[in-house]
């Protein structure tokens, strides 16, 4: 073949790849819009949703005259359900979810294990043992949403006091550590639950560990909204610095990442959101691990797109399973096992198709 020849095809070869890389580019980006507007529908219509019926036209309504007053022509009931009663609640799950699914993804590409949540690390096992203890202390629900969220903060702490030893493998180390410092806090539960009084505190002390956001008050969210925004705000600001992390310890530093930092940034980051998110709903589990992967079957695992799609779709699923729980039955189901229904039957097919892959 000619030169000429040669270099043209090179160059009809180089024009195909750029405008391949667009089209995936626009794509993207076009989930991402698609899982924004879903998001928003489901949060509107999640108001409706309920043994009281609100029609989408006067939530809207309602919720734009908080903004801008207007004439309405809603009762004053229906304000009181869509502002006292189901705002505060969807808000939570909103954010719960979405902090949920943003720490699972963040620890899935920083441990390079697709099978990591947000517990990792013993963040959720330390605020359990916190609501515990206060529970059967019998402190005031402020108390107890306190006392969890410090408790688990306090356990990421000794699990990265404890990895720090173990300075061959950083990240193994960490693994191995939230797993002993899980144990020991899980072990603390159940030693309250056995010493708990059964008719009182033992029932308390089951239910608020199934994961429910019946509780949730206006109150609840000074503490969980701060605390998810704190902790997302930063990690969407690094995303790039994320993917290169994925790429290995030495990649990462060869590229001028401080992967030390990077790694401490991140895991304060996601033990505020997912301390916060326990306490003040207690253990919400499995959704910290499916909708990252779900996010990325979407989007792929470029950090600038995985982040805002996980952010999306856990907020928006999050919010689906809480319309669930509180109209399926009379007795409100929790949340916590629903998810279960959900992120089991998945983790099992993830592992029957890796078994497949491999033999």
């Known amino acids: ?31 991402v819009t698609v899982l924004a507007v879903l998001f928003v529908a489901i949060f509107i219509i999640s108001f409706s949703i309920g043994r009281f019926y609100v029609p989408v036209k006067q939530v809207v309504a309602i919720l734009f005259d908080r903004i801008s007053p207007i004439d309405g022509t809603w009762t004053e009931k229906m304000e009181v359900v869509v502002i006292n009663v189901r705002l505060p609640r969807i808000i939570a799950a909103a954010f719960i979810g979405m902090a949920l699914s943003v720490a699972g993804c963040v620890f899935q ?10 517990d990792i690390l013993g963040s959720s096992a330390g605020a359990s043992f916190g609501s515990a203890v206060s529970i059967f202390l019998g402190l005031s629900s402020a108390s107890t949403m306190l006392s969890s969220f410090t408790i688990g903060a306090l356990a990421v702490f000794m699990t990265c006091f404890a990895a720090s030893r173990y300075r061959s493998n950083p990240t193994l180390g960490l693994v191995l550590s939230g797993i002993m410092i899980g144990s020991l806090f899980t072990a603390g ?39 998810v925004l704190i902790g997302i705000v930063p990690l969407l600001m690094m995303r790039w610095r994320l993917n290169v992390i994925t790429l290995g310890e030495e990649e990462a530093r060869s ?57 999306l779709m856990g907020g928006a699923f999050l919010i689906l ?11 409100e189901i929790p949340i916590g096992i629903l998810t279960a229904f959900v992120g089991a039957p998945f983790f099992l097919f993830m592992i029957l198709k890796e078994g497949k892959r491999l033999a």
């Open 189 to 227: 539960t159940s030693f309250i639950k056995l010493v708990a009084d059964p008719t009182d505190e033992l029932p308390k002390i089951t239910y608020w560990l199934m994961g429910s956001l019946s509780a949730i008050r206006p109150k609840s969210l000074l503490l969980l909204c701060p605390s």
């Open 109 to 118: 590409g920083m441990f390079r294990n697709p099978m990591v949540s947000p």
């Open 321 to 331: 399973v809480d319309d669930i729980s509180r109209t399926v039955v009379t007795n």
């Open 255 to 311: 590229l001028g990442v401080n992967t030390k930092a990077m790694r401490l940034i991140a895991i304060i980051c996601a033990t505020l959101m997912s301390s916060a998110c326990v306490a003040v709903s207690g253990l919400i589990g499995w959704v910290g691990l499916v909708i990252p992967h779900f996010s990325r079957k979407l989007v792929g695992c470029d950090y600038k797109n995985l982040l805002p799609a996980s952010m």
């Open 1 to 31: 073949m000619s030169r000429p020849a040669l270099l043209q095809k090179n160059d009809v070869s180089g024009i195909s790849q750029t405008a391949a890389r667009r089209f995936d580019k626009n794509r993207t980006g076009f989930r």
